[in-house]
């Protein structure tokens, strides 16, 4: 198995670090995460308690370096970049971000210009993610984007004119009316602009949403499964051809262009998140043998209160034991181009689980759902049909790792 030199250095002490930026200029009818719109005058106290909440966090985990440093949202390009370079400085004062850290933006293409981009170059920002969605008007009239496609056909070439030598792209799919070769012509016109990294969304419904509702009216119409599985085979195949290479279900990366903070969740590293509704994560709290984790309360206002006060502005924790542990490593690391190493799977869950997960990879593979060689010590990897099915043979692993031995 390609060993990743982060995950090594993650235990001895680096940790990634994510910055939640709650703020939009709109909210997209899809859209279940903790955002808030029209919240603009609040952003200055915001990002004051952003940077005392990573005083505190560092405060409780003790000497630790920043691996990597993410600011999502949201709209984190919101920020002005005298913000973004706060937040990092912030970051850097009780965290040292080390050499080489990759530093990520979640960028909208209808918020940046070229200067924009070239100053959150100068405030330290090394990688941006364009939330492009779609190249077409159709696509992002359908999802709701607040920017048209000349701006985001322009975002890729003014990042790279800014400065950026690491630029991914998100698209999503399945969206209302999408037909194949829509789907195509997104793939080859956002693959033409040069991208590092392309992240691909099937869009799903959430309950909480304008696309929720329109469902429970039976107003929302789309793609079917089986076109959806042909739009993601497409889309590898495509991502191929333009030289990006999947490792992981949903990501493609130019060889050495791979996330490196999204790797970190994938691996089971430290995260400390700050910001409302934000999630972390530490493998050696505890004390169950699965790690703490913890999220943050959501509302901003409320969530600033509590930072301001001095206290930690978590809402919950769960400390997890070895069985859930097990199953986060089947989830995680099956969506993994490496997959699951059985060897390590069994160093950390013992023997007994560890005939259970074989057990059921041999059942899945004679579905086609996964690839593990017969030999000892070879990883499960899901294959293609794996991969559009990724849900269900997960959930045929938990089951196995819960029921008898
Ligand atoms: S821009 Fe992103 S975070 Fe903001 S509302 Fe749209 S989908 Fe949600």
């Given at each position: ?281 530490d493998p050696a709290a505890g004390g169950r043998g699965g790690g703490r984790r913890w999220w943050n309360e959501p509302s901003p206002r409320r969530w600033c209160a509590l930072v301001e006060r001095g206290t930690l ?93």
């Amino acid at each position: 198995m390609k060993v990743n030199p982060r995950e090594g250095e993650a235990a001895a002490g680096a940790w990634g670090v994510y910055l939640h930026v709650p703020f939009c200029r709109k909210l997209c009818p899809y859209c279940d995460f903790n955002v808030r719109i029209g919240h603009d005058a609040l952003i200055p106290r915001y990002v004051a308690a952003l940077a005392a909440e990573v005083r505190l966090r560092a405060e409780a985990i003790g000497p630790a370096v920043a691996a990597s440093v993410y600011l999502g949202g949201g709209t984190p390009s919101l920020l002005s970049p005298a913000q973004v370079a706060a937040l990092l400085r912030a970051v850097d004062d009780v965290l040292p971000i080390r050499g080489g850290a990759e530093v990520t933006l979640e960028t909208n293409p209808g918020t940046v210009d070229l200067a924009t981009l070239a100053a959150f170059r100068a405030a330290g920002v090394n990688r941006l993610s364009l939330g492009v969605q779609s190249l077409g008007w159709d696509g992002l009239r359908a999802l709701g984007r607040d920017h048209g496609p000349e701006e985001a056909i322009r975002a890729v070439p003014d990042a790279r004119a800014a400065g950026f030598d690491d630029v991914g792209v998100d698209l999503i799919f399945g969206w209302p009316g999408q037909t194949l070769e829509a789907w195509r012509a997104d793939l080859e016109g956002v693959l033409s602009l040069g991208p590092d990294h392309l992240s691909l969304y099937n869009l799903t419904v959430e309950a909480r949403t304008v696309f929720g509702a329109r469902a429970r009216k039976g107003t929302l119409v789309l793609p079917g499964e089986p076109l959806q599985a042909a739009m993601y085979r497409e889309a590898c195949r495509a991502a191929r051809r333009g030289g990006l290479l999947r490792y992981e279900v949903s990501n493609f990366a130019r060889p050495g262009r791979e996330a490196r903070h999204n790797r970190l969740y994938w691996t089971g590293a430290p995260y400390v998140g700050a910001g409302a509704g934000a999630h972390g994560f530490d493998p050696a709290a505890g004390g169950r043998g699965g790690g703490r984790r913890w999220w943050n309360e959501p509302s901003p206002r409320r969530w600033c209160a509590l930072v301001e006060r001095g206290t930690l502005p978590e809402a919950g924790a769960e400390d997890l034991d070895l069985a859930q542990a097990a199953v986060e490593e089947v989830l995680t690391r099956l969506r993994t181009a490496e997959g699951l190493d059985p060897g390590r799977f069994e160093a950390r869950f013992g023997p007994g689980p560890a005939l259970r997960l074989r057990r059921s990879a041999d059942r899945l593979r004679e579905r086609g759902l996964v690839a593990s060689p017969r030999r000892a010590g070879a990883a499960v990897r899901l294959t293609e049909k794996g991969v559009i099915l990724g849900d269900y043979v997960v959930s045929e692993i938990a089951a196995a790792l819960d029921g008898p031995p």
